[in-house]
């Protein structure tokens, strides 16, 4: 259910009928969560940046740059320093939002693992949900792509259910991958709302289709099925709403802890950094 206010809200007809943003809040309505909002608006922001996540994960399909191991990942040194771990770091003096977009303009530079797709789908959209001006205030000098690495202003976390939204990120894992192809441990994957996903190394399919994919690239001989797992992402769509409804004009001066664990295609609650 959805509460504005403390008070159950039903207008789900403020939005087009077969608008992404009404089947989100239908899907919300028939939840048995409580999605929580202060304001008409608050709501409306996390639905507009569910819509963005959606478009940022098709984007990343089109674009198609390669899945790859930390050791392989790759990118754009205009915008983008390697470091030793696989990590892409925003060079200094870059405006973040250049640095993001080239991701998608120029994809065939560009290589990295599941898990690192996610948080850049997360930023693209965030970028495309708040603007540039405030995006750059925001993450100024504070990008660093590794894994479930993200900036603070994001707040991704983890929730446990299996009633995903639109937009969220969930987790097919593969518990008898091919050690020769750890990458294949699992898949991080955008739901799309029209019934399919986006996961960056396979595409846009189906949940059976990601598993079928996933049991191919298992131990030789395993019977031991991938399955959908209840783990959910998604960043925090309130804190970002209440950022960008206030508008603060202050620089933000963030220390991020980073663990390099050298585990491709993890869940978002494998490595809380």
Not at 198 to 226: C, V, W, Y
Not at 234 to 251: D, E, G, N, V, W
Request: hydrophobic share 35%; proline share 5%; charged share 20%.
């Amino acid at each position: 259910m959805i509460q504005v206010s403390g008070m159950p809200f039903q207008q789900s007809d403020m939005w087009t009928a077969g608008s992404i943003e009404r089947l989100i809040v239908q899907r919300m309505m028939e939840h048995t969560v409580v999605y929580s909002y202060q304001s008409i608006a608050e709501l409306s922001f996390e639905l507009n940046l569910r819509k963005d996540i959606i478009s940022s994960a098709r984007a990343m399909h089109k674009s198609n740059p390669r899945f790859e191991t930390f050791a392989n990942s790759r990118a754009n040194p205009q915008y983008w320093q390697m470091t030793s771990n696989g990590g892409l770091l925003l060079k200094n003096g870059v405006k973040p939002s250049d640095a993001i977009q080239d991701i998608y303009l120029n994809s065939e530079q560009y290589a990295f693992e599941c898990a690192t797709a996610m948080v850049i789908i997360f930023y693209d959209a965030a970028l495309k949900s708040i603007g540039e001006s405030l995006f750059n205030q925001l993450f100024q000098n504070n990008i660093y792509l590794y894994s479930w690495q993200y900036d603070s202003e994001l707040q991704i976390r983890p929730y446990y259910s299996y009633q995903s939204l639109p937009g969220d990120v969930i987790y097919f894992k593969n518990p008898d991958f091919d050690p020769q192809t750890p990458q294949w441990r699992g898949e991080n994957a955008v739901e799309l709302g029209d019934g399919t996903y986006f996961g960056h190394g396979l595409g846009i399919m189906t949940a059976e289709k990601i598993i079928d994919e996933l049991n191919l690239r298992r131990k030789p001989e395993s019977n031991q099925t991938a399955y959908l797992t209840n783990v959910i992402g998604r960043p925090s769509f309130t804190h970002l709403a209440k950022i960008f409804m206030s508008q603060p004009s202050y620089l933000v001066h963030k220390l991020h802890p980073i663990v390099h664990h050298n585990e491709s295609s993890i869940p978002v609650d494998r490595l809380m950094i």
